[in-house]
T-cell receptor, first 114, second 111 residues
Framework: DAGVIQSPRHEVTEMGQEVTLRCKPISGHNSLFWYRQTMMRGLELLIYFNNNVPIDDSGMPEDRFSAKMPNASFSTLKIQPSEPRDSAVYFC????????????FGEGSRLTVL | KQEVTQIPAALSVPEGENLVLNCSFTDSAIYNLQWFRQDPGKGLTSLLLIQSSQREQTSGRLNASLDKSSGRSTLYIAASQPGDSATYLCAVYFGGNKLVFGAGTILRVKS
């Protein structure tokens, strides 16, 4: 079975540009999470969807960040405008039953904002 | 504040040694605890998930235990191999839609 699929794997952009990260969760999973990982802050939950509905977006840093899940097999995380401090690895994860179930991560999207 | 702490931060052992990684958490009212492995430049791979009603889980050379009353979990790796070298992360679900991650233990197994 395919795992969680993320694209792009690497993104280098200039400050002020729009960045869109994509995620395809594992088929049949009803929960999707976006995390950000940095050396300084470790793993931080940005937003959590259950059945395509955003349940908890308290981790979204500011209005420059937005996330959508138009259907059960696709989600996007958008940063507009991007800033150098957004440089990090962004992970998408999915599970069958929210945070009570086993969590499966994608390979991540490494974002560098110059 | 609900926190997860992992000790040691880094560990280097010779191949073949049995080892224990530690995870402690501040609130005993947990729903589950999950151990992950992360290789450099890669995502997190789930190793073991322990529900709050369980005391331990085993998978191959890995055994994870859970003691809620003391706020501790251990990951035991038997007969370590160079391929076990990675960062090991402990994550605890306290409720409220959020897994809380520890900072991880960087393991190096020398051949």
């Amino acid at each position: 079975d395919a795992g969680v699929i993320q694209s792009p794997r690497h993104e280098v952009t200039e400050m002020g540009q729009e960045v869109t990260l994509r995620c395809k969760p594992i088929s049949g999973h009803n929960s999707l999470f976006w995390y950000r990982q940095t050396m300084m802050r470790g793993l931080e939950l940005l937003i959590y969807f259950n059945n395509n509905v955003p349940i908890d977006d308290s981790g979204m840093p500011e209005d420059r960040f937005s996330a959508k899940m138009p259907n059960a097999s696709f989600s996007t995380l958008k940063i507009q405008p991007s800033e150098p401090r957004d440089s990090a690895v962004y992970f998408c994860a999915s599970s069958f039953s929210g945070t009570t179930g086993e969590l499966f991560f994608g390979e991540g999207s490494r974002l560098t904002v110059l | 504040k609900q926190e997860v702490t992992q000790i040691p931060a880094a560990l280097s052992v010779p191949e073949g040694e049995n080892l224990v990684l530690n995870c402690s958490f501040t609130d005993s009212a947990i729903y589950n605890l999950q151990w992950f492995r992360q290789d450099p430049g890669k995502g997190l791979t789930s190793l073991l998930l322990i529900q709050s009603s369980q005391r331990e889980q085993t998978s191959g050379r890995l055994n994870a235990s859970l003691d809620k009353s003391s706020g501790r979990s251990t990951l035991y790796i038997a007969a370590s191999q160079p391929g076990d070298s990675a960062t090991y992360l402990c994550a605890v679900y306290f409720g409220g839609n959020k897994l809380v991650f520890g900072a991880g233990t960087i393991l190096r197994v020398k051949s």
